[in-house]
């Protein structure tokens, strides 16, 4: 049996490792879901109902979307009587809050903050001032389906649901906007399987609702809200669960310097929580710790994963023979793909391997480029009002 070099060993151990650990991330762990959702499931009893809901909407500059917005909630199906929203005007300066009090004040409450807070500090200062059994947390942009409340409230009158998230829907994509829509159906996939085998690790941040006496303290500076929240709610022993008939609608952007804006954003707001509370890294501290490994940490190594397969793979093409120089120029013609899928436009477009390849390089960039961005400045919980095309209709 030939012997192997020490050099050619370790290489090839740090090589699989990191490609196993990445096919575990994007192909093991939604596997695994898969398999808990058709060996345990955890179907959700839902039945009609319409408690009294208070729709929570934090907005900062946003006179250019807040009048269809509110139109949009006022039009859902739902009693208008057990249906109040709270505008919560962050700092505003453009006229969102003149905009606001136009609303009907039986219907629309105006709450305001003359200097910015951030998102999580106005929802924490603002849930003492509710009262309805229901909250349903929205954002400006994204416009609500008329039955997507009532969808949310009957998963909620399942004892053990604590927050039922809705499903966010990217119209009219095209360009490296399919690449991110194509991701998203993914993502919704694992979402699907986690809630059909028992909770979520995170919600759509566009359209979802919880119990209003088991949200728990919110606290400020908080960038991802949308996960603290459910996460909270999942540590006092509740399910997170996703709600595929809910919907709300927003545009993909076409843009990957915008995406990947919002990306940055979001992924450092992960190193965030794991700053924050780190019981969320630790199996058995938290209810949902090894699916928070699945599903985003192993995400945020990914990167670093993927520069180890690629470096150990060009040790092993000089040492290790013919098997690992084919894998090393598969490597190398994956990232010239998402590098065509990114500079050329029209090649994404037209061809969904390059449209696939860029979404995936600009995500993995993003992490690396998320904790840079928290380790600069780890307060940048601060957002601004994405503008999009018209949604409302």
Same mark, same amino acid.
């Given at each position: 049996? %030939? #012997?192997?070099? %020490?050099?050619?060993?370790?290489?090839?151990?740090?090589?699989?490792?990191?490609?196993?650990?990445?096919?575990?991330?994007y192909a093991g762990y939604p596997l695994l879901m898969?398999?808990?959702?058709?060996?345990?499931?955890?179907?959700?009893? #839902?039945?009609?109902?319409?408690? !009294?809901?208070?729709? =929570?909407?934090?907005?900062?500059? $946003?006179?250019?979307?807040?009048?269809?917005?509110?139109?949009?909630?006022?039009?859902? @199906?739902?009693?208008?009587?057990?249906?109040?929203?709270?505008?919560?005007?962050?700092?505003?300066?453009?006229?969102?809050?003149?905009?606001?009090?136009?609303? @009907?004040?039986?219907?629309?409450?105006?709450?305001?903050?003359?200097?910015?807070?951030?998102?999580?500090?106005?929802?924490?200062?603002?849930?003492?001032? +509710?009262?309805?059994?229901?909250?349903?947390?929205? @954002?400006?942009?994204? /416009?609500?389906?008329?039955?997507?409340?009532?969808?949310?409230?009957?998963?909620?009158?399942?004892?053990?649901?604590?927050?039922?998230?809705?499903?966010?829907?990217?119209?009219?994509?095209?360009?490296?906007?399919?690449?991110? @829509?194509?991701?998203?159906?993914?993502e919704k996939l694992i979402r699907r399987l986690e #809630?059909? #085998?028992?909770?979520?690790?995170?919600?759509?941040?566009?359209?979802?609702?919880?119990? !209003?006496?088991?949200?728990?303290?919110?606290?400020?500076?908080?960038?991802?809200?949308?996960?603290?929240? %459910?996460?909270?709610?999942?540590?006092?022993?509740?399910?997170?669960?996703?709600?595929?008939?809910?919907?709300?609608?927003?545009?993909?952007?076409?843009?990957?310097?915008?995406?990947?804006?919002?990306? /940055?954003?979001?992924?450092?707001?992960?190193?965030?929580? &794991?700053?924050?509370? %780190?019981?969320? $890294?630790?199996?058995?501290?938290?209810? +949902?710790?090894?699916?928070?490994?699945?599903?985003?940490?192993?995400? &945020?190594?990914?990167?670093? +994963?993927?520069?180890?397969? =690629?470096?150990?793979?060009?040790? +092993?093409?000089?040492?290790?023979?013919?098997?690992?120089?084919?894998?090393?120029?598969?490597?190398?013609?994956?990232?010239?793909?998402?590098? =065509?899928?990114?500079?050329?436009?029209?090649?994404? /477009?037209?061809?969904?391997?390059?449209?696939?390849?860029?979404?995936?390089?600009?995500?993995?960039?993003?992490?690396?480029?998320? =904790?840079?961005?928290?380790?600069?400045?780890?307060?940048?919980?601060?957002?601004?009002?994405?503008?999009?095309?018209?949604?409302?209709?």
């Open positions: 049996m %030939p #012997s192997v070099s %020490p050099g050619v060993a370790i290489f090839g151990l740090a090589f699989w490792l990191s490609v196993g650990a990445l096919l575990f991330t898969a398999a808990l959702a058709r060996l345990r499931p955890r179907p959700v009893r #839902s039945s009609a109902q319409t408690p !009294r809901v208070d729709v =929570l909407l934090v907005v900062h500059d $946003a006179a250019g979307q807040l009048d269809a917005k509110l139109r949009n909630l006022l039009s859902l @199906d739902y009693p208008s009587d057990r249906l109040r929203i709270n505008v919560v005007c962050d700092g505003c300066g453009d006229g969102t809050e003149a905009i606001a009090h136009l609303a @009907d004040p039986a219907r629309v409450r105006v709450f305001t903050h003359r200097e910015r807070r951030g998102k999580s500090a106005c929802i924490g200062a603002t849930l003492g001032s +509710l009262d309805a059994d229901i909250v349903l947390f929205t @954002d400006v942009r994204q /416009r609500v389906d008329a039955g997507a409340l009532r969808a949310l409230a009957a998963a909620l009158a399942d004892d053990h649901v604590g927050a039922a998230s809705g499903e966010l829907v990217f119209e009219a994509a095209d360009g490296f906007g399919r690449g991110i @829509d194509a991701y998203w159906r993914y #809630s059909a #085998s028992g909770s979520l690790v995170g919600v759509t941040g566009a359209l979802y609702a919880a119990r !209003r006496s088991v949200i728990g303290d919110v606290p400020a500076g908080i960038v991802l809200d949308d996960m603290w929240i %459910p996460l909270r709610i999942a540590s006092a022993g509740y399910r997170v669960v996703f709600v595929p008939q809910a919907l709300a609608y927003d545009a993909a952007a076409s843009d990957p310097a915008v995406e990947e804006t919002r990306k /940055r954003r979001t992924l450092g707001g992960n190193y965030q929580l &794991l700053h924050r509370w %780190p019981q969320l $890294a630790v199996p058995g501290a938290h209810p +949902l710790a090894w699916r928070l490994w699945g599903h985003k940490w192993l995400r &945020l190594l990914a990167p670093w +994963l993927m520069l180890l397969a =690629l470096a150990s793979n060009a040790a +092993l093409a000089v040492l290790g023979g013919r098997v690992y120089l084919i894998l090393f120029l598969l490597q190398l013609a994956a990232y010239a793909l998402a590098l =065509l899928g990114r500079g050329v436009p029209a090649l994404a /477009r037209a061809w969904m391997p390059a449209r696939i390849a860029a979404a995936f390089l600009s995500l993995n960039a993003s992490a690396l480029l998320g =904790l840079a961005d928290y380790v600069r400045n780890p307060n940048a919980h601060l957002w601004r009002t994405t503008p999009h095309r018209e949604l409302y209709r």
